[in-house]
C-alpha cells in the first residue's frame, strides 16, 4: 500500500490526453489506496496541482497544444509545487529530447505502464523526492565522460540479449519440439504397446514440455519487448 502518512490519502495527479490510460493508472492507484486527481487538460492539471499539492505528478509527455516540458516549466513557476516530484510518461523518448526530458523531470516511464511493477515505481518516485540538482548536474558529467564507454556497453549487453533471445527461440524451442512430439507419438502408443504406469509418465513428459515451451515464449516476448524499447 502507497501511503505517505497516516493522516490521508496519498495524492497523485496524473495528466494525459488519452482517457483510457487516465483510466487504467487511475484503477491502478485507486486499488493501492491512493486519492488519485486525472485530466486530459494541462491548464486544468495545472490548475489541480496549484490547489491540491499532490505527492506526486504523472505527466504524458506529449500532448495536443501543450506538451509535457511545457507543463512541468508552469509546474516548477509555482513555489508551493517545488517539493513534488514530477515524473515524464511516454511510449518513447526521441533522442534529441532525452536530455531535456532527464533535465526537467525526476524520473521516467514507459507507457503503457506495467501493471505490476507501476505501483511499485510509483512508490519509488514519491520516496525518492525531487531530484537534487547538484546530484543530477554530477551524474550528467558522469554520463557525459563516460558516454561513449556507457552506450558501447549497452550496445554490447543489448548484443547478447538478442542473441540470447533468438537461442531461446530456435536453437531451444526446436528440439523441444521434437520432444514433446516423439513422446505424445509414443504414449498414444502408435509405436508399440505401453503399461499404464509408462502412458502416465509420457504424458508427463509431454505436459511438462509444454509448460517449458510456454516459459521460453514469455522468455522471448520479454526479451523482444526490452529490445523494442531501446530501437535494438
Known sequence: MITISARRKTIILYIDDSAVEREIVRQLLEAEGCEVMATGNPEAGVELA?????????????MPGMDGCAVVDRLREVPALQP?????????????EREEVYAR?????????????????VRGFIKQGRVDATVLGDRQEKEKDGGSDLLEEARDALEALEKIRATMS???????????SYASTVGKQKVGNLTERQREMLDLVVEQGFDMDALISELVKIARETLDRYGY
Open 84 to 96: 513534488v516530484p514530477v515524473v515524464a510518461l511516454s511510449a518513447s523518448i526521441k533522442e534529441e
Open 50 to 62: 496549484c490547489r491540491k499539492l499532490p505527492d506526486l505528478i504523472l505527466l504524458d509527455l506529449h
Open 105 to 121: 523531470f525526476d524520473g521516467f516511464l514507459k507507457k503503457p505502464v506495467d501493471v505490476d511493477a507501476f505501483p511499485v515505481e
Open 170 to 180: 530456435h536453437d531451444l524451442r526446436a528440439p523441444l519440439t521434437v520432444m514433446i
